[in-house]
């Protein structure tokens, strides 16, 4: 980041070194390391994406919906997409909790999600580039 007055000297030019990105179809300004935080728009597709395939799991357990096209009928969706969202309930627990927290990599887009993906935790880490768990034997 730079800071210099203007050559009238009424104004102070603040420049920023930033990228830009393509996430989840829509353009992202990626700031320099430092600014992550503060300069990084949260995105909340995956996020809700993950607590809708949730509550659609519930749903089929508790006897609720009785099918994936019960559950397509009362959200007049495609039965194919509810397919496509109930799969993130697959995910492993870290890569969840990574998504809910908006730290998942740039990578993981609902795109790459609706695509077939391996069902093993560690697999899914080593695909997306995730890296393990903490030890959690403590």
């Known amino acids: 980041m730079k800071a210099e007055m203007s050559r009238d000297g009424k104004t102070i030019v603040v420049t920023i070194p930033m990228l830009m990105k393509r996430r989840g179809g829509r353009k992202l300004i990626i700031?320099?390391?430092?600014?992550?935080?503060?300069?990084?728009?949260?995105?909340?597709t995956l996020a809700k994406?993950?607590?809708?395939?949730?509550?659609?799991?519930?749903?089929?357990?508790?006897?609720?919906?009785?099918?994936m096209r019960a559950i397509a009928e009362q959200?007049?969706?495609?039965?194919?997409y509810v397919a496509k969202v109930l799969r993130l309930t697959m995910l492993a627990p870290d890569i969840i909790e990574a998504?809910?927290?908006?730290?998942?990599?740039?990578v993981l887009t609902?795109?790459?999600?609706?695509k077939p993906f391996p069902m093993e935790w560690e697999r899914q880490r080593e695909v997306w580039g995730i890296g393990t768990p903490p030890d959690q034997s403590h």
């Open 110 to 114: 609902w795109r790459e999600l609706a």
């Open 31 to 44: 700031a320099p390391p430092g600014m992550e935080e503060t300069a990084r728009p949260r995105d909340e």
């Open 75 to 80: 959200e007049k969706i495609d039965e194919s």
């Open 49 to 67: 994406l993950v607590a809708k395939a949730h509550r659609w799991l519930r749903q089929l357990e508790s006897g609720q919906c009785a099918s």
């Open 99 to 106: 998504i809910l927290n908006d730290r998942h990599p740039d």
